[in-house]
């Protein structure tokens, strides 16, 4: 019998969300936050991000690997704190990345071609 301390972990893929966490272990964070911080905060201009680029990398990450939509990802940060954990936000946290803040940033990703780092990440993730 399996216990499980976050009951939607099934929801997400328990073992997709372990492939995750060893992939977090092997990103070079502090390298790709410095070179996309510059371009998202200037993209974000006005409009104030809840969260650091770095948790909003490892939204990204964990959005590609699961394959899911800005939309999808956001409804599965409110409703999952299991998630949320895992990017880094607090398990009660209210103020979680919407739909429009993960767009900006994949958008800064595609525009600026800060997609190669990504690529690698994802590459990291067969590996993992």
């Not at 993209?43 to 909003?56: F, H, I």
Request: proline share 5%; hydrophobic share 45%.
């Amino acid at each position: 019998m399996q216990i499980l301390l976050f009951p939607e972990a099934e929801a997400v893929g328990l073992q997709k969300l372990a492939c995750c966490c060893k992939l977090f272990a092997r990103v070079p964070w502090p390298a790709w936050v410095e070179l996309v911080t510059p371009y998202f905060e200037s993209a974000a201009g006005q409009n104030a991000v809840c969260c650091s680029v770095e948790v909003m990398l490892r939204v990204h990450v964990v959005q590609q690997y699961l394959g899911l939509s800005d939309s999808a990802m956001a409804c599965t940060l409110k409703n999952q704190g299991l998630v949320r954990h895992l990017v880094g936000l607090p398990e009660n946290e209210h103020a979680v990345p919407d739909e429009s803040a993960i767009t900006a940033l994949r958008n800064v990703l595609e525009c600026h071609r800060l997609t190669e780092d990504d690529l690698d990440c994802v590459g990291m993730l067969s590996r993992a």
